[in-house]
């Protein structure tokens, strides 16, 4: 199985960006599809981004709220999975969270994944 591990939040202002990275150990990432999900406090998770590695040619799709602001990538030699975020906003302001599932499309269904890391604070001062 695979372990996950996120990094790279911080307190960012308005406008700014941040790189979340998610490590993954045990497998190769490349067998999973994989995605990134958000929970703001009093809110369900939600996802943010997801890319099929081993579907689709790494096809990527993202959620509407942040379509053109972020990038999912990942770098098959360094196990990783990223999350580049541009002109972050207030709303953008959760923990963000890795996950990643084998056998199966990427899909925006967060109950579909089985496979997840422990989070970091994303906070996106106005």
């Known amino acids: 199985q695979v372990q996950l591990a996120e990094s790279g939040g911080g307190l960012v202002q308005t406008g700014g960006s941040l790189r979340l990275s998610c490590a993954a150990s045990?497998?190769?990432?490349?067998?999973?599809?994989m995605a990134w999900f958000r929970q703001a406090p009093g809110k369900e998770r939600e996802f943010v981004a997801a890319?099929?590695?081993?579907?689709?040619?790494?096809?990527?799709s993202y959620a509407d709220s942040v379509k053109g602001r972020f990038t999912i990538s990942g770098d098959n030699a360094q196990n990783t999975l990223y999350l580049q975020m541009n002109s972050l906003k207030p709303e953008d302001t959760a923990v963000y969270y890795c996950?990643?599932?084998?056998?199966?499309?990427?899909?925006?269904?967060?109950?579909?994944?089985?496979?997840w890391g422990q989070g970091t604070q994303v906070t996106v001062s106005s």
């Open positions: 890319i099929g590695f081993s579907w689709s040619g790494g096809s990527t």
């Open positions: 045990g497998r190769s990432m490349s067998i999973y599809s």
């Open positions: 996950a990643a599932v084998r056998g199966i499309p990427p899909t925006v269904v967060a109950g579909a994944y089985n496979y």
